[in-house]
């Protein structure tokens, strides 16, 4: 499984981003896709989810200003963000969730994009 991302960039404060992310290869069963980000000196963190069937899930820093959507066909994923802020300066990391239920257990498997820049100047 490969993902692809891109979008990203360098953007002032208060601006706009579109990241993209698709997904290829062997993909199957109930998928969760999304996006991560990891800042210089901190651990990756979890920016935004989507699942099958449309539920989203974001981290707090981020409601109200960024946005998930996926075309599920496509296997592809976006994240729109707005407003952006110094402190959203991170590589963002596509993230793809998928497996099979099995007696009723569900047996993931997890893949990762390499990452793409943004970049927020104050």
């Known amino acids: 499984v490969q993902l692809q991302a891109s979008g990203g960039g360098l953007v002032q404060a208060g601006g706009s981003l579109r990241l993209s992310c698709v997904a290829s290869?062997?993909?199957?069963?109930?998928?969760?896709m999304g996006w991560y980000r990891q800042a210089p000196g901190k651990e990756r963190e979890l920016v935004a989810t989507?699942?099958?069937?449309?539920?989203?899930n974001y981290a707090d820093s981020v409601k109200g200003r960024f946005t998930i959507s996926r075309e599920s066909a496509k296997n592809t994923v976006y994240l729109q963000m707005n407003g952006l802020k110094p402190e959203d300066t991170a590589v963002y990391y596509c993230?793809?969730?998928?497996?099979?239920?099995?007696?009723?257990?569900?047996?993931?498997?997890?893949?990762w994009g390499r990452g793409t820049q943004v970049t927020v100047s104050s």
């Open positions: 993230y793809l969730r998928h497996g099979h239920y099995y007696r009723g257990v569900y047996d993931p498997h997890d893949e």
């Open positions: 290869g062997s993909i199957f069963g109930f998928k969760t």
């Open positions: 989507v699942i099958d069937g449309g539920p989203t």
